[in-house]
């Protein structure tokens, strides 16, 4: 409860902070104005970046063959969940969901996500390598700097994959021994954690066995285009005349405050400053930055959650079936 509370204040904090700068009356005017073709057209983006995620866990998923249908019920659901749920704890619906309704284990459902998490990294580091050449005046260092530390990042993150199962194992001997330092009572629990690790960590190996890297890479790219897409689409929704690569960049800010580990309310708050802060940088005003940031993200929300609402009864209804 303390930590829920927690997230809320933080939240409100930020969406508080921010709405010092526009009014209530800007952003309703702009939600109110927004162009229902280039509506449609991103939320078809959101559709296929979904539906691309899915196709992606199915490359991933090595113990058997789920239905591309579940898996996209499962990304919709997960993907609601980010937006809605405190402190992170959105990562998680994803691997109980797939226990949930397809039996998956949840550590192989763990070991999934991290691999999907670290091929996002990975395309995510890659476009944003090439958005900073494209915007490098923004930075005050050079570019030869950028170019070395993206570099640096994109090893970085393959050499991560590639180990991971030597990591995680690693990581399961030492909870093993701290079991053994640890007394009676608390032994179990590290003992519990340490198999959990383990079992994660055979599952990532045998994802790895798979050699799928290909057609995930490619699953990924496409997503995050999409993404990209579907935030270019409501920009122009909203009356925002802006080039492709600029929303690219722009966005990439967003995406980056995202995933910084804040404890708010899903990412409420935390993608509205990296998007101000984003697209300050190509061009827009203070106050359209700020309003086109929360424009966005609720418009993304309501479509995600018409979809989790379809997905859920649909889901329901083969329930019944089977």
Avoid at 26 to 35: A, E, F, K, Q, V
Avoid at 139 to 166: E, P, R
Wanted: proline share 2%.
């Amino acid at each position: 409860m303390k930590r829920l509370l927690i997230s809320i204040l933080i939240t409100a904090g930020i969406i508080v902070l921010l709405f010092t700068q526009i009014s209530f009356r800007d952003l309703y005017i702009l939600l109110r104005s927004i162009d229902p073709l280039w509506a449609i057209l991103g939320s078809i983006g959101y559709f296929l970046a979904i539906l691309f995620r899915a196709l992606r866990f199915k490359w991933l998923i090595h113990s058997r063959d789920i239905p591309l249908s579940d898996l996209f019920r499962i990304s919709v659901l997960y993907h609601l969940s980010l937006m809605v749920l405190p402190s992170k704890l959105g990562e998680l619906s994803y691997p109980y969901l797939l226990n949930k309704i397809s039996g998956m284990s949840i550590t192989e459902g763990m070991a999934s996500l991290i691999a999907s998490r670290v091929y996002d990294f990975f395309i995510f580091l890659m476009i944003f390598l090439f958005a900073s050449i494209g915007f490098q005046s923004f930075f005050k260092i050079n570019l030869f700097f950028i170019i070395l530390l993206s570099a640096f990042l994109i090893g970085l993150t393959l050499l991560l994959f590639f180990y991971m199962s030597d990591f995680l194992r690693l990581f399961s001997n030492f909870m093993g021994r701290m079991s053994q330092w640890a007394g009676t009572k608390n032994s179990k629990h590290f003992q519990w954690i340490q198999r959990k690790i383990h079992e994660i960590a055979e599952d990532f190996y045998a994802i790895k066995a798979r050699r799928t890297y290909f057609p995930v890479a490619v699953t990924s790219l496409v997503s995050w285009i999409t993404i990209f897409w579907m935030f270019y689409a409501f920009l122009r929704g909203f009356g925002i005349e802006i080039s492709f690569l600029k929303v690219v960049f722009g966005s990439t800010i967003a995406v980056i405050a995202n995933v910084l580990p804040i404890s708010g309310i899903g990412n409420w708050g935390t993608l509205e400053v990296g998007w101000t802060a984003g697209f300050l940088m190509v061009g827009l005003s203070k106050e359209k930055a700020i309003a086109t940031g929360f424009g966005v993200h609720i418009v993304a929300f309501v479509v995600c959650a018409m979809m989790g609402f379809i997905c859920w009864v649909t889901l329901n209804l083969h329930r019944k079936e089977r």
